[in-house]
């Protein structure tokens, strides 16, 4: 089990390492990437900001959602923060269980939660502006 | 009995900017709710979003808006998170 929200980038590779075991049969990576577009606008870079020490433990809360519905998962998940461009990895989440389908499926329900429970915000700068994300609305910076 | 107790408060993204502050230190009575602290601060921070549209912390956790706080108690308020489909 391994949490971070961290500044360096993130190596998928790395999350990958930490869930494998002798009895993990299948790996299931989620990668979040910077995106060029948004509301039909160019996005140049983005920045995220973290709270931190809320957002690890929640992370950890995730990772025992995960484990009460699939026991044999394990569970990586680290999240950037600060200015990302282009192309880059924002988030990962990995998972590894015995067989493919509970990975997908733990896999998917780890990112759904954690884009939904962890306080990390996005502040896109597109072509039109600046925004912060909040939810399903972009809210122009003052 | 004390009059007051000390709380501190943390913003962050679109929050913090209306607030024009990371964090602030606040004196509230005993027995305030995170709801009457996001009140007073409202007040003084007239920007501040509704608070049907934040979510409060304390010491951390998602807490409900009618949680009492105790002195010393960290609380944030929190705006919607990134979400959405990407």
């Given at each position: 089990m391994r949490y971070d929200v961290q500044k360096e980038p993130i190596?998928?590779?790395?999350?990958?390492?930490?869930?494998?075991?002798?009895?993990?049969?299948?790996?299931?990576?989620?990668s979040g990437i910077v995106r060029d577009s948004s509301r039909g606008q160019t996005v140049t870079h983005l920045d995220y900001e973290a709270y931190a020490e809320m957002a690890v433990p929640q992370m950890r809360k995730i990772g025992q959602e995960i484990k009460d519905r699939w026991p044999e998962a394990r569970v990586a998940?680290?999240?950037?923060?600060?200015?990302?461009?282009?192309?880059?990895?924002?988030v990962v989440v990995s998972v590894s269980c015995p067989h493919r389908a509970e990975a997908f499926e733990a896999c998917r329900w780890g990112i759904d939660r954690l884009k939904e429970s962890v306080p990390i915000w996005?502040?896109?700068?597109?072509?039109?502006?600046?925004?912060?994300?909040?939810?399903?609305?972009?809210?122009?910076?003052? | 009995m004390a009059v007051a107790i000390a709380v501190r408060v943390r913003f962050f993204a679109r929050?913090?900017?209306?607030?024009?502050?990371?964090?602030?230190?606040l004196q509230v009575p005993p027995g305030s709710s995170l709801a009457d602290v996001y009140d007073?601060?409202?007040?003084?921070?007239?920007?501040?979003?509704?608070?049907?549209?934040?979510r409060a912390a304390l010491n951390q956790e998602f807490a409900d808006w009618n949680a009492t706080v105790a002195g010393g108690d960290e609380v944030a308020f929190i705006p919607p998170v990134s979400g959405g489909r990407g």
């Open positions: 190596d998928p590779r790395e999350l990958e390492a930490a869930v494998t075991y002798p009895g993990a049969g299948a790996i299931c990576t989620f998940m680290a999240h950037r923060t600060g200015h990302l461009e282009i192309g880059e990895v924002s996005k502040k896109e700068h597109a072509a039109d502006g600046t925004y912060w994300i909040e939810g399903d609305q972009a809210k122009p910076v003052a | 929050l913090r900017e209306l607030a024009g502050a990371e964090i602030e230190a007073a601060l409202r007040a003084k921070h007239t920007t501040l979003p509704a608070r049907e549209s934040v």
